[in-house]
């Protein structure tokens, strides 16, 4: 059930509404029958899944808890239950087939092929975020930061928690599970505060990603077709479609749970005006930045350890998190290449480019040259093999078809192929135009400081703009993290 749906709209209205005329007791069951049922819209055996993490995290929570510090050995063993179980989930469902077929193909080049059977699996879509939810749960009561949850009900629903379940923000147990005992009263200021978020959302996933979208699929599912301006627009283009279709869909969990009472973490916070590749990573999906800082970054020793090893943290972490994002090197290659960056603005140091206090021209030097590594990076995202990334990086400036074809992946439009880019041009533009003043005063805030006039013709216009736009192709794109 996608949040862009009428089943949605429907869903999320009647558990709204049912969930204010639901005493306190009973809010966490329905909660939890109404996320088991949102997840179940996709495949009802995946339900075995979730319910399997839940129950291993759940129990090894509570053995940690009637164990006491002191003896380490036990606590290690349940903590490697909790990840070995998780991690062992993900394996099978996500990785096993690439790493049969790396050590197949690895074998074959030393002249001892082999044969593997690939897994025939169907990917359960969100396993990637809500087996991290679980084990960060876990964590936290290891080191004791936590007190373990007694209700197996109410910890069942902090994993599944419908609006955030599929694809974030990735919650910590110490921010939620507090929530689900609140008492919670309908607030119109809240509700409405809500549905805005949402209508922004969705506003950033049908009419700019979507839109994008066309343009980037149609250039790199037939990259031998294009080369030079073609390929620089349609990684372009998949930099705002990738960044305005996830953060669509978190600022409809965030405002979806607002609804109803519940405060997820920010998620995306202005990426592509940072000013160096960390800043970047703290604004860039944060929930899972920092779940990466948290459980691995600093396990590892973090920067306690000299600057040698910091770097090799740094770069193991980011070639994890590339290959959390898929079963394919080329996310490990983006994972490096953002390590890479970061190690080498680490050795840098103080002789990193900063801007003055009045520097606003180094200012705007340093967002577009972050902005344009950052860009270059999503190729190796983008690209689905190893051949695809050799194709672009050999063609990227490539400009011998000058701006022939610039336009035509546009040419299925309803619009002239001319207009249509030059509509998705402006599209970005209103994006970075709105994040700069996000940046300055809040949007949110911002419009709810308007007059009731200019307030709701920019929510009609927004909303024109989602049925035009649901016009203009009837087959929504469905979320790009839903793959991970």
Request: charged fraction near 15%.
């Amino acid at each position: 059930m996608s949040f862009i749906s009428t089943e949605f709209i429907v869903f999320a209205t009647i558990v709204v509404v049912v969930f204010f005329c639901t005493t306190q007791r009973l809010r966490w069951l329905l909660l939890l029958l109404s996320s088991y049922y949102f997840y179940a819209f996709w495949n009802p055996s995946y339900l075995l899944l979730i319910i399997f993490s839940t129950l291993v995290d759940y129990f090894v929570a509570l053995g940690l808890s009637r164990s006491d510090v002191e003896r380490r050995p036990r606590r290690r063993l349940l903590l490697a239950l909790s990840v070995l179980a998780n991690i062992g989930v993900l394996f099978v469902f996500k990785y096993a087939n690439l790493f049969a077929q790396t050590t197949a193909e690895i074998s074959a080049a030393l002249g001892a092929p082999i044969q593997f059977q690939a897994l025939d699996v169907l990917l359960p879509v969100g396993i990637s975020f809500y087996t991290f939810q679980s084990m960060s749960y876990t964590f936290d009561v290891y080191r004791g930061r936590l007190r373990a949850e007694r209700n197996l009900g109410i910890f069942a629903t902090y994993v599944a928690f419908f609006p955030q379940l599929v694809a974030g923000p990735i919650e910590r147990a110490a921010n939620m599970l507090p929530q689900f005992r609140l008492e919670r009263r309908f607030c119109h200021d809240r509700v409405v505060s809500g549905l805005r978020l949402v209508l922004w959302g969705a506003f950033k996933k049908i009419v700019v990603a979507d839109r994008l979208a066309i343009y980037v699929n149609e250039v790199y599912g037939d990259l031998e077709r294009h080369t030079g301006l073609s390929l620089i627009f349609a990684t372009v283009f998949f930099a705002f479609q990738i960044y305005c279709d996830f953060s669509g869909y978190s600022d409809i969990a965030i405002g979806v749970a607002r609804v109803l009472g519940f405060k997820l973490m920010e998620n995306f916070r202005r990426p592509y005006l940072a000013r160096s590749l960390g800043d970047f990573w703290r604004r860039w999906h944060i929930s899972l930045s920092t779940w990466f800082r948290d459980y691995v970054y600093i396990s590892l020793g973090g920067n306690r350890r000299g600057l040698r090893r910091q770097i090799l943290n740094s770069l193991v972490v980011f070639a994890i998190s590339g290959l959390w994002h898929g079963a394919n090197w080329t996310f490990v290659i983006w994972g490096l290449y953002h390590g890479l960056l970061v190690a080498l603005q680490t050795m840098l140091g103080a002789a990193w480019p900063k801007a003055g206090p009045n520097g606003l021209v180094s200012a705007v030097s340093r967002v577009l040259v972050t902005f344009m590594l950052v860009t270059f990076g999503w190729i190796f995202f983008r690209a689905s093999s190893l051949w695809e990334i050799e194709y672009v990086l050999r063609h990227l400036f490539d400009f011998s078809q000058g701006v022939a074809g610039l336009t035509l992946p546009f040419a299925a439009g309803l619009l002239l192929p001319r207009a249509e880019f030059a509509l998705s041009i402006l599209l970005i533009a209103f994006i970075v135009a709105t994040d700069v003043l996000d940046e300055r005063v809040g949007l949110m805030a911002f419009l709810s400081r308007l007059s009731l006039a200019p307030r709701w013709t920019i929510y009609y216009v927004l909303t024109a703009g989602i049925y035009g736009s649901l016009f203009y192709s009837a087959a929504i794109q469905e979320f790009f993290y839903f793959q991970f």
